[in-house]
């Protein structure tokens, strides 16, 4: 730990004030705070919930960094739609995931998406371990609620006809079209689903409601699996090059896509490494953590 840092962070109850809904996804808050506080001297400070916002497509964590007598002040904007909002005070510098190819030029600095729990990051070496001792039970997976309802439908109706050993569908999700009959599938509860996860040759992990890149994701690179993604315009952090597959957006070839490579394992691991690999030099808690705040002291 550098003590030599200090950093100050926002309150828990500013989180879920607002929105008591956030209680239920808190990696957004304890992701990035569980980076800080591996590095660096981290004080929880009332003071700067007011320069923060949690509020429904509008959510940013603004921080303090004190270091050598200096202070910089950050935004970690975890909110996955296209925005960028303008904080109540002067910054230094400006995170945003999702950040899109357009948004750099205006100096908004790509970080990358979290897990979606802090369980799933202790448990990452049981699933890796799982995946490398019991091998693979799957070819392909592709599970998702029924958000961005047409694109997730036609994803599995699409893999559906490649006919390999499958975990794949649509799940039911409140206020969201009922699922049809041939791409539904069952809710799974966690633990089983990161487990077929870590147990597939590739995810295909399809867009969220606010943006491309989503918690599936992240969870596909951390596993270990070769995943593949409609291309878009969002930039991560670090050098991405060999991390995952991309298909077209409008997946016309995502059928031929997951096909050449379930022929091709060779391929499918060295991918599932690459973006293992990625997430474990950029993805971490501490990863960016250390981003964030070395960037800031930069400016």
């Known amino acids: ?5 200090t950093v100050r962070y926002p309150t828990w109850e500013w989180y879920v004030g607002t929105v ?3 209680a239920t996804a808190p990696a957004w808050y304890d992701y990035l705070l569980a980076g800080l506080r591996e590095l660096y001297d981290v004080r929880i400070e009332p003071d700067m919930d007011a320069m923060g916002r949690a509020t429904y497509k509008d959510q940013y964590t603004a921080i303090r960094i004190e270091a050598g007598g200096r202070t910089w002040t950050a935004v970690y904007d975890w909110c996955d739609f296209p925005t960028v909002w303008a904080p109540p005070c002067q910054v230094d510098s400006y995170h945003k995931i999702m950040c899109r190819e357009g948004m750099m030029a205006s100096g908004v600095r790509p970080i990358g998406q979290t897990l979606a729990k802090m369980e799933t990051l202790a448990g ?3 699933l890796r371990a799982l995946r490398a001792d019991q091998g693979l039970r799957y070819d392909v997976s592709c599970l998702g609620r029924a ?9 599995v109706r699409a893999l559906r006809q490649i006919g390999c050993s499958q975990s794949i569908g649509v799940q039911d999700h409140p206020r ?3 699922v049809p009959a041939d791409v539904w599938a069952p809710r799974m509860d966690r633990d089983t689903y990161l487990e077929s996860v870590a147990r597939s040759l590739i995810v295909v992990a399809l867009p969220g409601v606010g943006g491309d890149w989503t918690w599936r994701h992240t969870e596909a690179l951390a596993l270990g699996a070769c995943m593949v993604c409609p291309e878009g315009d969002y930039v991560m952090p670090g050098d ?3 991390c995952w597959v991309t298909c077209r957006r409008d997946l016309s070839d995502l059928q031929a896509v997951a096909s050449d490579l379930i022929g091709d394992p060779d391929r499918c691991a060295d991918t599932g490494r690459r973006g293992r690999d990625y997430f474990d030099s950029d993805l971490t808690p501490a990863a960016m953590a250390r981003r964030l705040v070395t ?5």
């Open 20 to 22: 008591p809904s956030m």
């Open 295 to 299: 960037e800031t002291m930069e400016t």
């Open 176 to 178: 969201r079209p009922t």
């Open 124 to 126: 990452l070496q049981r």
């Open 240 to 242: 991405t090059t060999g």
């Open 1 to 5: 730990m550098n003590n030599a840092i």
């Open 147 to 155: 958000t961005n309802f047409d694109l997730r439908v036609q994803a």
